[in-house]
């Protein structure tokens, strides 16, 4: 598998590491979304699996893929090499370290080929280079699911850093041919069972086109 694959997925870890997303803070506030459009649109549920359609409200949506977020999230101007960021408005973070890197609990998408890998090489691949990165991450709850389907892997990665806690929701869903899409919902361990709904939701709603 090619390196860019590895990049993007350390560019979303290293976004929870040095401070989230501090850096659309400085952005145009009136940009809602990255290119490729979207609209204000909601949906819910509360199953992984459940296969769930987009309805009229917070959705984001481009030529390749589209998905609804909750009330209380908005997308942002994704950084390089990151097709989408749905950020969680404000959020009381208690967590003195975390207050000082203005973190904001986030879902990043991005994008690559599997070249041709199989899913359990690709999945062992993403572990071996996640632990490599950051040897304090812990993996819990893998599992494979169907989301519209297309089949996906979501596992769990908690680890500490810089002081903070964090817990993440990793999901690689593959789409046509070779195509393969990182889903990564980013927050803090005490903020993480708040989040658990709008997180299936999001998933459920992720459609590739």
Not at 26 to 42: E, F, L, Q
Not at 93 to 114: C, G, H, R, W
Not at 165 to 175: N, R, T, Y
Request: net charge negative.
């Amino acid at each position: 598998m090619k390196k860019p694959l590895l990049i993007l997925i350390l560019v979303i870890l290293a976004l929870v590491v040095v401070g989230g997303v501090w850096w659309y803070m400085n952005k145009d506030k009136n940009v809602t979304g990255v290119p490729g459009g979207n609209d204000n649109r909601a949906v819910g549920g509360n199953n992984l699996n459940q296969n769930l359609l987009p309805n009229d409200e917070n959705v984001f949506a481009n030529d390749n893929f589209s998905l609804t977020y909750p009330a209380g999230w908005r997308s942002v101007p994704a950084m390089t090499g990151v097709a989408a960021m749905i950020v969680r408005g404000n959020e009381n973070i208690t967590d003195p370290e975390a207050k000082k890197m203005n973190f904001q609990s986030y879902l990043a998408v991005s994008y690559d080929s599997a070249e041709g890998k199989t899913k359990d090489e690709v999945i062992e691949y993403l572990k071996t280079e996640l632990r490599s990165a950051i040897p304090e991450a812990i993996f819990s709850r893998e599992n494979f699911l169907t989301i519209n389907q297309r089949e996906a892997y979501a596992t769990e990665v908690t680890f500490r850093k810089s002081g903070i806690d964090f817990h993440v929701l990793m999901i690689a869903a593959w789409g046509n041919e070779n195509d393969l899409w990182i889903l990564s919902y980013n927050t803090l361990e005490s903020l993480w069972q708040g989040y658990t709904s709008d997180f299936e939701k999001i998933t459920q709603s992720f459609i590739v086109k």
